[in-house]
Nanobody, 132 residues
Framework: QLQLVESGGDLVQPGGSLRLSCAPS?????????IGWFRQAPGKEREGVSG????????VYADSVKGRFTISRANAKSTVYLQMTSLNSEDTSVYYC????????????????????????WGQGTKVTVSS
């Protein structure tokens, strides 16, 4: 069964950058999977940060991260990244990646994963702390 492993979280100063990675284990993140990055801060609900479609042709970003974060896929079967720049304290959170199969019964392959979905696979999260 597909498992997802996030990495790259760290303590960083305001204005700094980090790159988060989401790597598959026990399977491949091939081009039938749409991927999403989510985050959850203490006392807050999990929110969508960014998503990319299985085809890679569509990306979506939360307003709060537009222009600062970039989602990308290394190739059709491998790691998905979230490049984060100009970090601020409001970006402090645990970041999760998730994947869902698109295609017949799973929605359009041009549809990113941006809202939690019932059939999604989730990682365990990686912690990002932005503080001076």
């Amino acid at each position: 069964q597909l498992q997802l492993v996030e990495s790259g979280g760290d303590l960083v100063q305001p204005g700094g950058s980090l790159r988060l990675s989401c790597a598959p284990s026990g399977g491949f993140l091939d081009d039938y999977y749409s991927i999403g990055w989510f985050r959850q801060a203490p006392g807050k609900e999990r929110e969508g940060v960014s998503g990319i479609s299985s085809y890679g042709d569509t990306t979506v970003y939360a307003d709060s991260v537009k222009g600062r974060f970039t989602i990308s896929r290394a190739n059709a079967k491998s790691t998905v990244y979230l490049q984060m720049t100009s970090l601020n304290s409001e970006d402090t959170s645990v970041y999760y990646c998730a994947a869902v199969i698109r295609g017949p019964g799973g929605g359009s392959r041009s549809q990113p994963l941006y809202m939690p979905e019932e059939n999604a696979y989730w990682g365990q999260g990686t912690k990002v702390t932005v503080s001076s």
